[in-house]
């Protein structure tokens, strides 16, 4: 059976049906992913007025109620946006189109802007895409659980008389994160960072409803999960996956994951792994779905998400 990212399905978008539809296209898309309700048809942020003036030279709005000024992208997470219309959207595309994501680097490279502009945009997708996730609700029905760790690798020593066993807390740098996920079988996938493993227990019972059945692997912290829930183990030392219990699906994450990790960011942990995170989780929940449903996906978030607090002006900070 042929894989579903290799059938035509999956290819409903192209980076070259961007580029040739234009600007004003491009512009009437945004219009329509902003305002939805009114089939495109600008209506005031400030005061919520229908009735604007429009000002096409400089593609901005006036408000006639409150008389501000604004544009399409004004208060949304694209706020103050130096890209054109038209690389806004291939950014989205170029963005969806990665299985197991796209770095900031190749984002620059075929957009032709700075790696700051890339990396930052990349950054205001995945924050779009973190809405989504904090707005699900409790899990219901069968949930797998799991942690896996991630960043603060120490490089053993050239000797080795002078290597020491990192498995220690002494020898480590204190950098080590871990990932929980909790995947609800055919709903959303909820991922959170902590310092260890044993954090994801508060975490199920905070998000998955009581009753519950929970699979989760052998390790002993998740015994706790046994008295609100109806627990399944697995024991990965004798089988990946039995009749009565199974955390595939929380393993597939990791998997995708650890290959953007490896293979596309190199470096996915520190303050940042949590939205890496929750990008995985969205591409897992919707890898059934074509690239052009997908990049409509983050575009429609993207401009209801407010503007960001946490890019907005980013290298002016870090500066």
Not at 88 to 101: C, E
Not at 150 to 173: E, H, T
Not at 262 to 275: D, K, M, Q
Request: with cysteine; hydrophobic share 40%.
């Amino acid at each position: 059976m042929q894989h579903f990212l290799l059938s035509a399905a999956a290819r409903s978008i192209s980076l070259k049906a961007v580029f040739k539809m234009g600007e004003d296209k491009a512009y009437e898309t945004f219009c329509q992913l902003r305002w939805p309700e009114t089939e495109g048809e600008a209506v005031c942020p400030s005061c919520g007025c229908t009735e604007v003036y429009n000002i096409t030279t400089r593609r901005r709005f006036k408000c006639v109620a409150c008389h501000k000024q604004f544009s399409v992208t004004s208060g949304t997470i694209f706020a103050s946006r130096k890209l054109s219309f038209t690389d806004l959207l291939a950014a989205i595309v170029i963005f969806v189109n990665g299985a197991k994501g796209v770095s900031a680097l190749q984002v620059s490279r075929d957009l032709d802007v700075q790696y700051k502009t890339a990396f930052v945009l990349s950054h205001k997708l995945r924050e779009a895409m973190a809405r989504e996730q904090a707005e699900a609700g409790k899990l219901t029905g069968v949930v797998e659980t799991d942690g896996a760790y991630f960043g603060g690798y120490v490089k053993p020593a050239n000797r080795k008389a002078d290597r020491k066993d990192r498995r220690f807390l002494v020898n480590q740098n204190g950098k080590r994160q871990s990932v929980i996920v909790m995947r609800e079988r055919g709903g959303d996938t909820l991922t959170f960072v902590g310092k260890s493993e044993a954090a994801g227990v508060a975490l199920v019972r905070q998000h998955v409803e009581a009753g519950a059945v929970v699979h989760a692997d052998e390790a002993s912290h998740w015994d706790a999960l046994h008295g609100a829930f109806d627990a399944r183990r697995i024991n990965h030392s004798e089988a990946y996956s039995t009749a009565d219990a199974c955390t595939n699906q929380a393993e597939s994450f990791f998997s995708r994951l650890r290959r953007a990790e490896i293979g596309t960011h190199h470096h996915v942990a520190g303050p940042y792994l949590a939205a890496y995170a929750t990008e995985m989780a969205w591409r897992e929940d919707n890898r059934r779905v074509s690239n052009g449903g997908q990049a409509a996906m983050v575009a429609e978030a993207a401009m209801a998400a407010p503007q960001s607090r946490a890019w907005a002006g980013y290298w002016q900070r870090e500066a």
